[in-house]
């Protein structure tokens, strides 16, 4: 099994800058593929960025149409973390951030899709003020 803790959320302009953070423990080695999804009042949660590991310090990202180009991931080997860096921040990406965790090496076409994912965080807000 894996947990995941995230971190880093809050609220800033629109325009500004977070770093979210997932701290990942257990069977990390069995979860190539990482990602977070977000989730906002009255809508499902959605894709935003995923990581898959090639190797022990080679990754790929994908991201989310909406956020390619602004939104970063990131993943730590050495600490177990993943990250988003999220920059110029617009009102539409407020919502309730999840890091998440498969539960195996989940094919690149599967990796946008929720049911890949095995294991969640208990998720951080987000708030963009306009």
């Known amino acids: 099994q894996v947990q995941l803790v995230e971190s880093g959320g809050g609220l800033v302009q629109a325009g500004g800058s977070l770093r979210l953070s997932c701290a990942a423990s257990g069977r990390t080695f069995t979860s190539n593929g990482m990602g977070w999804f977000r989730q906002a009042p009255g809508k499902e949660r959605e894709f935003v960025a995923a990581?898959?590991?090639?190797?022990?310090?080679?990754?790929?990202?994908y991201y989310a149409d909406s956020v390619k180009g602004r939104f970063t991931i990131s993943r730590d080997n050495a600490k177990n973390s993943v990250y988003l860096q999220m920059n110029s921040l617009k009102p539409g990406a407020t919502a309730i951030y999840y890091c998440a965790a498969s539960s195996g090496s989940p094919v690149e076409t599967m990796l946008m899709a929720k049911e890949a994912y095995h294991y969640w965080g208990q998720g951080t807000p987000v708030t963009v003020s306009s």
């Open positions: 990581t898959r590991w090639r190797s022990g310090w080679t990754y790929y990202e």
